[in-house]
């Protein structure tokens, strides 16, 4: 214990001496969290719209002012032909055209019926779905209060009606960067897990120190602790710093245990270190070892359910998605954080964590042992 002691000395002296390390490892994962919760939501605030109304009635008039009113919506050019909506499309000037076509309001009045036409561009398909159920929701409760004005100036009595309520359950605002920031939050701590402790030692091969500290009688075991531990400490205080931002910048709710979001994440920072561990068997320079673990983070990234649900996912991706720690502790955080729940209800997630965890380090470890000797 006191060799393991006297090098997390040293290993806290180093981090501390390196101003600039210690400014990239406190103030980078800050910053980018406040970029990203802003900046990484599908959510769609003002869609351009171009109006084609070929009917120019009271009827189609009202329709755009309900989408106008709603603030979603703002009318960005109008023609009487889908020429000039095309080529604004075309042009990228405009996000929706709204074609009304002539009759629209005698069919409403006559059939209870009529059709408008929503053109949107779809080369950002989650946007554009987005526009699209906004739109249409905004179309179809005008239409049930047109149908229900009708009927009752037409002396038909009242008219059958079934009125809906929603209510969203843990983000009742829907806002969405209670989703995001807890995976935010899990991206931030694992660059710092994974890429600095393989940088870290990769560092020690380029400077020579590892092969000296390989002829000492120092056990294998007592050199990766010192070498993990300090980066584990970092990573849970840039995890506290990071929930501080979550909750007094975003509001963002914390409605669980937050002593369990803490050990959960001190189970997944041992694979993560793991993985960082891993990489610096196989780099031999700090540059090979950011090009991998990049590698490594991009791939937990895109198949952790941070930016699309991996149930949406084809099946035999969804299968890889279950060996991704990172997407067990971001379901553990977003579960803790928004719904509350307790250790029994994530112990599941807890669990793989764990097993990859020793896994995973167990591996690194024996590598690791191979490659310096």
Do not use: C
Not at 11 to 32: G, H, N, S, T
Not at 149 to 161: E, F, P, Q, W
Not at 266 to 291: D, E, K, N, P, R
Not at 298 to 303: E, F, H, K, T
């Amino acid at each position: 214990m006191r060799t393991l002691a006297v090098l997390l000395r040293k290993e806290f002296a180093q981090i501390l001496r390196d101003r600039f390390m210690l400014r990239q490892i406190i103030a980078m994962p800050i910053v980018q969290l406040v970029v990203l919760a802003s900046a990484a939501t599908f959510e769609v605030k003002t869609a351009r719209m171009y109006l084609v109304d070929r009917d120019h009635s009271a009827t189609s008039r009202a329709l755009v002012d309900r989408l106008r009113a709603s603030g979603r919506f703002v009318v960005s050019g109008a023609s009487p032909s889908m020429e000039g909506a095309n080529a604004a499309m075309l042009e990228r000037r405009v996000d929706l055209i709204v074609g009304i076509p002539a009759g629209f309001e005698r069919d409403v009045v006559q059939t209870r019926s009529g059709r408008v036409q929503l053109v949107l561009n779809a080369e950002d398909g989650a946007a554009a779905g987005v526009t699209q159920a906004y739109a249409a929701q905004i179309i179809q409760a005008y239409s049930r209060e047109l149908g229900s004005r009708i009927a009752s100036d037409a002396g038909n009595g009242s008219v059958g009606r079934v009125e809906v309520r929603t209510r969203g359950w843990y983000n009742p605002q829907l806002d969405y960067r209670n989703y995001m920031v807890p995976g935010i939050l899990v991206q931030l701590i694992t660059v710092i897990g994974s890429l600095l402790t393989a940088m870290n030692i990769v560092r020690e091969k380029e400077i020579g120190t590892l092969e000296q500290l390989s002829v000492t009688p120092l056990p294998r075991a007592t050199f990766v602790a010192a070498k993990l531990l300090p980066l584990w400490f970092i990573a849970l205080v840039e995890l506290a710093l990071g929930l501080l931002v979550a909750r007094f910048l975003f509001d963002v709710p914390m409605v669980g245990s937050i002593p369990l979001v803490f050990a959960a994440a001190g189970v997944y920072l041992v694979a993560a270190l793991g993985i960082g561990l891993w990489v610096s068997t196989v780099a031999q320079t700090q540059q090979q070892a950011m090009f991998v673990t990049f590698f490594i983070i991009m791939i937990y990234l895109l198949m952790s359910g941070l930016f699309t649900p991996v149930r949406s996912m084809p099946d035999w991706a969804q299968w890889i998605a279950q060996a991704n720690p990172m997407k067990h502790f971001i379901h553990v955080m977003r579960a803790v954080m928004l719904k509350g729940a307790g250790f029994a209800d994530v112990a599941g997630e807890i669990a793989l964590l764990g097993a990859f965890g020793a896994a995973v380090l167990s591996l690194a470890v024996r590598q690791h042992g191979r490659a310096s000797g």
